[in-house]
């Protein structure tokens, strides 16, 4: 089947996709929203979309509407000019990498179809039409759970209002050997590899009450409440990846617990970078856990399900002494 696309297609799709022709320039968008052109250029460049001059006609009444839905942003203070920039960068890379993942998805299921006859532009048009109405309710649901998720985590703790940090374990897992492994992969195998590193971490992140706030490649960060927990989290992923038997690869993992600057859906912080030394100088397949885990977990004495053994000196970048602890599950027999 070729994959030449007839002149004019990317424009019919762009059309399709956006629900209207373009009509407009940047110019008469931002006349038409009553907004300064400088800030609506500033604000489509921190969105990522593309460069577009004064006179190119790439624009439709719906960017009208975006427009001047930025702008009551602004004015009711929920993009103020300190943050507004990180915000707005923050939604333009999400939904880059969205809509990325969404069209390399429908592609290749185009390409794979049984209908080679057929021009491929109207079977992704055709594709499209089916898959996208149920994609956008389903982002708008699952955004609107999390958003819940999220408001009953502030209700439940109504001080951290007034609180910039917050009380958090800190826990980085990391793939040993990923890089020799990768390079013996090709493609597809690299990325289901991958993919059931991140799903599995996932999956027992949230049955502990996490959150996972990024992947790296080979590394998952993950925060919890709880540092009981992600001690279980942790020990439970390097337990599976020391399994010779479970295709889960082996890690290892650092946890950290103490304050921590929310932002953004990301975490910074000393107890950030803790976490991060203590997963590097962690051996494959243990768990090393600074002084915070180690005294919330102390009180327990030996009541708690794990062992800590007090390990020389972390040498980290920008600490002048970290302790660190490897902790192991305590045996059933005690």
Sequence with gaps: MSTDLPPGTAGAMEAFLLG???????????????VPLDLAV?????????????????????DVEALRLSA????????????????????????????EWQ??????????????????????????????PR?????TYVWRRHLASAAQHLLDDAGSLARAEAELAVCFVDIVGYTTRSRSLDGAELVAWVDRFEQDTTTLVVDHGGQVIKTIGDEVLFTVDDPAAALDVALALTARGADDDDPFPAVRAGVAHGPVVRRLGDVFGSTVNAAARLTSAARPG????????????????????????RVRRVQAKGFSHLEAWRVRARPADG
């Design 103 to 132: 069209t390399g998805l429908l592609a290749s299921l185009v390409l794979a179809g049984p209908d080679g006859d057929r021009d491929p532009a109207d079977q992704l048009t055709t594709l499209t039409a089916d898959v996208l």
């Design 20 to 34: 209207q022709e373009p009509t407009l320039t940047r110019v008469e968008v931002a006349e038409r929203a009553g």
């Design 72 to 99: 009551d942003l602004v004015e009711l203070g929920i993009l103020p000019p300190e943050s507004q920039a990180a915000l707005v960068r923050t939604w333009g890379r999400s939904y880059a990498r969205l809509a």
């Design 286 to 309: 243990s768990v090393l856990v600074d002084a915070g885990v180690h005294d919330a977990m102390a009180d327990d004495g030996d009541d708690t399900p794990w062992r800590f053994r």
């Design 135 to 139: 994609v956008e309710a389903l982002q």
């Design 42 to 62: 500033t604000l489509w460049h921190q969105l990522g979309f593309p460069h577009r001059g004064d006179d190119d006609v790439a624009f439709a009444e719906g």
